[in-house]
Structure formats: structure tokens, C-alpha cells
């Protein structure tokens, strides 16, 4: 049986598989993003510090629903800043005999900044480009092996993924907004048998 609460232990799975999918070299979120960036006329260099987490020293990277505002105000970061966390799950009883079977949403938030002082023509573009690179991460088959979207045992991905964009404010370097998206998984924990 798992260390973790019933329901949070897939919730863990996944939030770990999906921080290993984006810190994977030449597959991850930053290779996927920079590799885009060009079509869309924003510089290639975002530079996400996923493995920082595992140490406690990434400037730009967190586990857990963070404001960047609280953020700022307690600890040294950097943008782009990207939060990974489990938002909610539902037991809705699929499978009998199992402690939990039901959704799990998990959400990742993107937080980007533009640094000029007065407003842009156009914002769009880092941020259509964050959104493509955020579909392709997690919709396709890395390596071209439809097995690698095994999320893990427990879990089933069936590509439901929603973007919600936030109005751009006066933050950050000047300008900010936030990419809040939203995976919804299909889970099951079985327990003690």
C-alpha cells in the first residue's frame, strides 16, 4: 500500500511523471518550446529549472499553487515561473472494490512576463506559443513510441487538456499573465487487497 493518503497517491504519480515528461533533455518542456519558438517570432530561450526542484534550488519551478506575487516577496525566482500541483480528484466509484477510481485534475500555471513599459501591439505570441508547446508535451507520443504516454499503472490520459488565459497585468518585469492550465486524468488506487 501506498505511503500517501488513497486518493493522493495517484495524484503523486502523476504530478512526478509529469515533472519527469518536462525535464526530459531533447523531449522536455524546454525543447519543445524553444524548438517552436522560431514560427511563432519569440526568442528561443526558455529555460525552465525542473531538475532545481528536486534540490529546492530551482528559480522558476515549484510544486504547489503558488502566487508569484508571494513568490517575489519571499525567495529569490526568475521568469518564466511554472507551478505543477494536483488541483482535485473525484471518487466516483467506476470500479467497485477499489479505494478510489475517478478524475484527477492537475494543474500546471504558466507565468509570463514581458518586460516593457509600455504596452505591446501584440502579446500573443510567447503565449500561443506556450500553449502549443504545452499540447504537444503532453498529447504526443515521445520518441515516437505510443507506449510513453503510459502515464503510470494506475492512471488513463485521454488528452483532455484546457488553457485559460488571464487578463495581462502591471506585474512582474512590468507586464504578466497567466497560462493556467488544466489536465484531467482517469484514476484508480486499489488499496489493501
Not at 518586460?115 to 500573443?124: A, H, I, W
Not at 503510459?150 to 484546457?162: I, K, R
Request: charged share 20%; glycine share 8%; aromatic share 12%.
Amino acid at each position: 500500500m501506498s505511503s500517501y493518503p488513497i486518493t493522493n497517491a495517484v495524484t503523486v504519480q502523476l504530478i512526478d511523471r509529469l515533472a519527469d515528461a518536462a525535464n526530459n533533455g531533447a523531449d522536455g518542456w524546454n525543447a519543445v518550446y524553444n524548438g517552436l519558438a522560431p514560427g511563432y517570432g519569440v526568442p528561443a530561450n526558455m529555460a525552465i529549472d525542473f531538475a532545481g526542484d528536486t534540490r529546492g534550488t530551482s528559480k522558476n519551478f515549484v510544486l504547489g499553487d503558488i502566487n508569484p506575487q508571494n513568490w517575489e516577496e519571499t525567495s529569490a525566482f526568475n521568469y518564466p515561473l511554472m507551478t505543477l500541483f494536483g488541483m482535485r480528484s473525484i471518487n466516483q466509484n467506476w470500479q467497485k472494490f477499489h479505494l478510489f477510481s475517478g478524475d484527477i485534475d492537475i494543474g500546471i500555471n504558466v507565468f509570463l512576463t514581458w518586460p516593457n513599459s509600455r504596452v505591446l501591439v501584440d502579446f500573443s505570441p510567447t503565449a500561443d506559443c506556450v500553449e502549443e508547446a504545452m499540447f504537444t508535451l503532453l498529447n504526443r507520443a515521445r520518441n515516437a513510441d505510443p507506449a510513453d504516454q503510459d502515464w503510470s499503472e494506475a492512471v488513463v490520459y485521454n488528452g483532455d487538456l484546457e488553457l485559460k488565459r488571464s487578463p495581462i497585468i502591471r506585474a512582474g518585469e512590468s507586464w504578466r499573465q497567466l497560462l493556467a492550465f488544466k489536465a484531467t486524468f482517469e484514476g484508480v488506487e486499489r488499496g489493501e487487497t
